[in-house]
C-alpha cells in the first residue's frame, strides 16, 4: 500500500498535500481498499467556506454512503469537477486523479494534529 513521504495525513484516512498557504486533499489508499464501486461523488462549490470537522464531501456506492470531513478550515479553491463523470476515479488513481479539493487555509495551526507519513504508516498498521 503506497504511503507517500510528501503528503501529511488524518486518522480519517485522507491525504493532504500542502504547497504554502494552500492544501490539496484526497482519500489515501487505504481507505479507498474499502469503497466499493463509487457511483455519486458530492463536492462543495468553489468559494464555499469550511471548517475543521464539516462534511465536505459524499462518496455513495450501491450500498454505502460515506461522509468525508474537512481534515482543515479554508476556503474551496478548486473541485475536481473531472469526478462528477468519472467517480471511480477515487478508488483507482486516489493520490493523481482522484483528489478531491483544494483549499486555501485558514487556520495554519491546524495542521500540527496532522500525521507525517510515517505516524499514519504506523496508524494503519494498527488496524
Known amino acids: 500500500m503506497e ?13 493532504l498535500q500542502v504547497e504554502g ?18 457511483t455519486v461523488i458530492e463536492l462543495p462549490e468553489e468559494g464555499d467556506m469550511l471548517e475543521l470537522g464539516d462534511t465536505m464531501a459524499t462518496a455513495r456506492s450501491l450500498r454505502m454512503l460515506l461522509e468525508i470531513y474537512a481534515p482543515l478550515s479554508g476556503e474551496v479553491l478548486e473541485v475536481n469537477d473531472a469526478l462528477q463523470d468519472s467517480p471511480d476515479w477515487l478508488c483507482q488513481s486516489p493520490y493523481e486523479d482522484g483528489w478531491l479539493l483544494r483549499l486555501k487555509i485558514t487556520v495554519p495551526a491546524e495542521l500540527e494534529d496532522l500525521m507525517s507519513h510515517e505516524d499514519y504508516q504506523d496508524f494503519i498498521e494498527g488496524f
Do not use: P, R
Open 21 to 38: 498557504d494552500s492544501a490539496t486533499v484526497g482519500v489515501t489508499e487505504y481507505l479507498q481498499e474499502d469503497l466499493e464501486e463509487i
Open 3 to 15: 504511503v507517500a513521504e510528501d503528503l501529511l495525513y488524518t486518522e480519517d484516512h485522507l491525504w
